[in-house]
């Protein structure tokens, strides 16, 4: 038993030995963002970009996916009570099943995450959706 402990000791060593031979590994040199010049020198956000104003006027907010229609008369008298205007959806959003409001562009900014969380306690199979406002019909 002895004699396989010092057989097991000696070939760590040789390998531990062996091992350091090898050449070490060199870390790659990063170049600094300063260098790069042009216009991607900063970081910028998305809503400061030139894109983004003309995307966001295409773009919807639309909450609903419930069973009923009554449930969703019952969401948009909760709405019209926070001054969030909405309007019903005719038919249904492409890959969506139930029914929808559409939330108006101006009554976006009210409808934050804390109201979104409280209106998705009441409202069990509530889900938000953001899509193009293009191809989709609602009740004036």
Not at 39 to 67: F, M, T, V, W
Not at 68 to 84: A, G, V, W
Not at 106 to 120: F, N
Request: hydrophobic letters at 45%.
């Amino acid at each position: 038993m002895r004699w396989l402990f010092l057989l097991l000791l000696v070939l760590n060593v040789v390998y531990y030995v062996w091992h350091q031979q090898e050449a070490p590994l060199r870390a790659k040199e990063v170049t600094s963002l300063s260098l790069y010049k042009g216009s991607q020198q900063g970081i910028r956000l998305l809503s400061e970009s030139r894109e983004a104003p003309s995307q966001k006027d295409n773009e919807c907010l639309y909450l609903g996916a419930l069973a009923s229609p009554e449930l969703l008369d019952s969401l948009r008298q909760r709405l019209i009570s926070l001054d969030i205007r909405a309007r019903k959806v005719v038919g249904r959003l492409p890959d969506s099943q139930g029914w929808w409001l559409q939330i108006a562009p101006e009554s976006r900014r009210l409808l934050d995450a804390t109201v979104l969380a409280g209106l998705s306690h009441d409202f069990k199979d509530l889900k938000d959706k953001i899509m193009l406002c293009e191809g989709v019909a609602t009740i004036e």
